[in-house]
């Protein structure tokens, strides 16, 4: 009885610290029809210190998202255009001479910001996306001898074209890997694109995103997101799903077995159940139910699953495994 | 008698010289045409050809020592109908004071049906080069040429009729009736079992099932079990009379999932089922720990929502 009563007061305690969601989603939208699952990933990141590479055709309103969501979160917020020349000094910063007292500066980079969109982050070489993913993986960057630590939250949102693969550094899977989800931005539906085209369609000025959050509440949030209870059966359902992607026989898919070239690595667990926690938050529960675990998990699992040649041959996804296993792996 | 006797003599030895005489005929003859040289023998081979093959022209000639015989007509032959393609030229001895020049010719021809050989000249010339004897020549040899497709041919030539079978068809048909009716038996009988295991399988009624198991889950409380199991076991109870009752898929599914099937499935009493899946999603994922009352409560519930769903009578859609 004891443990549901903490949890009881957790679950007060969250509803109180989760408004700030409601508020920015106030405000998001203002600017932003429909769109709403990539929203909510972005919450997600937020919350578990994250971050999400998205994929989707230009003209998706992925970087008006981003902007509009910083501005709300009241965050600071930097857009970094990836081209082939780009050097890792542009991205972390350099040392800058100064003549006046003969002393090297650092002149920190674009990468010192909350939210960072990385825009096209293929079109770089590989020199470049490393610069940026250790900063994403150590929350710091190396100028010169100096060592900066980022600024919290830092979330990197970076996009990807699935069209135009010419001329592009195609991420390698150790790097995918580095990202908690990869979230698919899809074109709005009839009704949305109606209300986005009369709301763009005009010359008047747009409506202002007001800043309705505090660095502060994201943190509290976080500590919150830290003690939501997980029980074994939950734990043991996140572990049974990554598991089906390396040994699908052993979960009674066996047809899977030649459809994937390499399952999901144990960040796939981590960030599953990370994910897990946030979305239980965003729904307002001091608890994990195996609702939260399915919910996340396409974009978990996503990029951590391989489809091998057979998969290819017959035009199998990643998406329609990750649809064969959530069928066979038994709910607890 | 004398004179009779010796006429006889003379008369016996004429049919003896008219043979010697046909005989000295006959050699002198031969030894005419043996000797009067020179001599030119032509041949072709093969008989027969296709357009574009190769055909070979031999021409034997035997002269005497000190002249040199040559082909003239063949060797500038490099149009169509006929072209040359090789000469071999090869001089041996044939007796004494003469000899055999053979000449092969490897000739293409174009032109189609039968096709002659062009005329040519055998042109014989001294040692010191001068021409001293031209003999013209006409082969009677020829070659037929047969075209790949006739171009005289304007519909389409009737097809070969088709081959019977080896074997009579009062053989075949009794054997190809026999396959017929095993492969009939076979699928009437696979037709038959099939239906006799799914009369079998509907014959047991989930509720019925359902009831059973909730009767011995409720004499396991009372037994001592710990309410939270108790809650466990009814959540995969109901979910289990649930994929088997409206054929949705409850055991892989969330209690979100489940919900949205038995709307999709306009299913009466949802609100209770919801409840109390829902209360044991608590009791599993919310480590909530029910009384014993609490989960007494919850199996009576359970009894009356599966009773309620047997006296059902419209059949949910599939």
Do not use: W
């Amino acid at each position: 009885m004891q443990h549901a009563a903490e949890l009881e007061e957790l679950g007060v305690k969250i509803r109180e610290a989760s408004r700030f969601i409601e508020k920015s989603q106030e405000q998001l939208s203002r600017k932003i029809i429909g769109q709403r699952e990539v929203i909510q990933r972005i919450f997600i990141a937020l919350l578990v210190n994250g971050h999400i590479l998205l994929e989707g055709v230009p003209g998706l309103a992925k970087t008006l998202i981003i902007r509009t969501f910083a501005t709300a979160m009241n965050l600071k917020f930097q857009r970094i255009q990836f081209t082939p020349d780009m050097l890792p000094a542009d991205l972390i910063g350099t040392m800058i001479y100064n003549p006046k007292d003969m002393e090297f500066y650092p002149r920190k980079g674009p990468v010192f910001a909350n939210i960072i969109l990385a825009d096209e982050i293929n079109r770089s070489p590989a020199k470049v996306q490393s610069a940026l993913l250790e900063a994403m993986q150590e929350h710091q960057v190396t100028i010169g001898s100096q060592t900066f630590v980022l600024q919290e939250p830092f979330l990197v949102l970076a996009t990807q074209n699935p069209i135009e693969h010419e001329g592009t550094y195609i991420l390698p899977e150790a790097q995918v890997d580095r990202f908690m989800m990869k979230v698919l931005v899809d074109y709005p539906s009839y009704e949305e694109e109606l209300e986005i085209m009369l709301q763009s369609a005009t010359t008047a000025v747009d409506k202002p995103v007001t800043p309705v959050v505090q660095p502060d509440d994201i943190f509290r949030a976080r500590a919150l997101i830290d003690r939501i209870y997980v029980d074994q059966r939950v734990q043991r359902y996140i572990v049974d799903l990554v598991f089906a992607s390396r040994k699908p026989a052993q979960y009674g898919i066996a047809a899977l077995e030649s459809m994937i070239e390499f399952g999901a690595s144990p960040r796939a667990s981590i960030f599953m159940l990370l994910a897990s926690k946030a979305h239980a938050f965003l729904q307002e529960r001091a608890y994990i139910t195996p609702e939260d675990v399915k919910a996340v998990a396409y974009d978990t699992l996503r990029h951590r699953i391989r489809p091998g040649y057979e998969a290819e041959a017959d035009n199998v996804q990643s998406e329609d495994i990750i649809r064969q296993i959530l069928q066979h792996v038994p709910v607890p | 008698m004398n004179a009779r006797s010796d006429k006889g003599p003379a008369r016996a030895g004429r049919p003896v010289l008219f043979l010697l005489f046909i005989l000295a005929v006959l050699l002198s003859a031969g030894a005419a045409r043996g000797g009067s040289l020179p001599k030119v023998t032509v041949a072709l081979a093969p008989d027969t050809v296709l357009v574009g093959d190769r055909i070979t022209c031999s021409i034997r000639v035997d002269h005497r020592e000190g002249e040199t015989p040559s082909i003239e007509g063949i060797d500038s032959l490099s149009l169509k109908p006929t072209v040359l393609l090789v000469r071999r030229q090869a001089s041996t001895a044939a007796g004494a004071g003469n000899r055999r020049v053979s000449f092969e010719f490897d000739l293409a021809v174009f032109s189609r049906e039968r096709q002659s050989l062009p005329p040519f000249t055998v042109v014989f010339r001294n040692s010191a080069g001068t021409v001293v004897k031209r003999i013209p020549m006409r082969a009677s040899n020829t070659v037929f040429v047969k075209a790949l497709t006739d171009s005289s041919m304007r519909e389409l030539r009737p097809i070969k009729p088709p081959l019977r079978p080896e074997l009579p068809l009062s053989v075949l048909l009794p054997f190809f009736l026999t396959i017929f009716g095993i492969t009939i038996a076979v699928l009437l009988l696979l037709f038959f079992l099939k239906r006799s295991v799914r009369r079998s399988a509907e014959k047991i009624d989930p509720g019925q099932v359902a009831l059973r198991k909730l009767r011995k889950l409720s004499s396991r409380l009372s037994g001592g079990m710990p309410p939270r199991d108790c809650h466990e076991e009814l959540s995969n109870i109901l979910r289990s009379f649930l994929e088997n009752r409206y054929r949705i898929r409850a055991l892989e599914a969330v209690t979100q999932e489940i919900e949205l099937d038995l709307e999709k499935n306009a299913v009466p009493g949802i609100d209770n089922i919801m409840n109390l899946l829902r209360q044991a999603d608590l009791v599993k994922f919310a480590d909530s720990r029910p009384e014993l009352e609490e989960s007494r409560q919850s199996l009576q519930k359970a009894e009356e929502l599966v009773r309620a769903a047997r006296t059902e009578k419209t059949e949910p859609d599939k």
